[in-house]
């Protein structure tokens, strides 16, 4: 899984190339929001009591629809994501990122993230160049292999640790309009670099 892969403007070709090529991906909203549970898997609130749910936990789901749960239904299975971007074109493709195998620095520099990347840099040395993605809001993801251990949420003001959740991939359309885009030529490589380890807390072992 080393190979360059043009990814096609408009989000069902985009997110079917992604799944071809072994990403898992799920739709995400336009505004972010993951598609909501169906009547068997959305858990009761006092707002909204649901006679309909049955309780079980997202791991072990039984849903036919596979849209349920958020990233926990992304797939690479192809046939299905052309179904769920035939349903609905202008979903956003959400890639989880441990599922990925993958470790991703956020930065937005509307939070101070650019200065707390320099701060970061002169505290471990330069971090080594991977892959990386434009937000359409201005932000960089920088794409990593997962290094297989918890990792914190957080590096500094405006730097997030990408690794239980998700990322958006391009073109999905940021809240601002724009498209998300990989750096370089618009192409993407999944990231083959490891986390660096001098951004692993020190207390923990490899898994
Ligand atoms: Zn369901
Ligand atoms: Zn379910």
């Known amino acids: ?123 471990v040395g330069c971090l080594p160049g991977t892959v990386m993605q434009l937000t359409g809001g201005g932000g960089l993801h920088i794409l990593y292999r997962t290094p297989g251990v918890s990792l914190p949420g957080t590096l500094g003001p405006g730097i997030d640790v990408k690794h239980n959740g998700y990322i958006l991939l391009a073109p999905s359309v940021h809240a601002s309009g724009l498209r998300y885009r990989w750096s370089g030529h618009g192409r993407f490589l999944p990231p083959v670099v490891g986390w660096p380890a001098a951004l692993t807390p020190r207390q923990r072992s490899a898994a």
Request: glycine share 4%; net charge neutral.
């Open 1 to 123: 899984m080393t190979r360059l892969l043009d990814i096609p403007a408009d989000l069902p070709s985009a997110a079917a190339a992604y799944a071809s090529v072994g990403i898992r991906v799920f739709r995400v909203r336009p505004d972010k929001a993951p598609f909501a549970n169906c009547v068997r898997c959305r858990p009761p609130t006092e707002k909204r009591p649901n006679p309909f749910y049955i309780e079980h936990r997202p791991e072990e789901c039984r849903c036919d629809a596979r849209t349920c749960h958020g990233f926990h239904a992304a797939t690479t299975d192809v046939a299905l994501v052309r179904r769920w971007w035939a349903e609905q074109p202008d979903a956003n493709i959400g890639a989880p990122c441990a599922l990925n195998g993958w470790a991703v620095l956020d930065i937005d520099p509307r939070h101070g993230g650019d200065q707390s990347y320099s701060v970061l840099e002169q505290r």
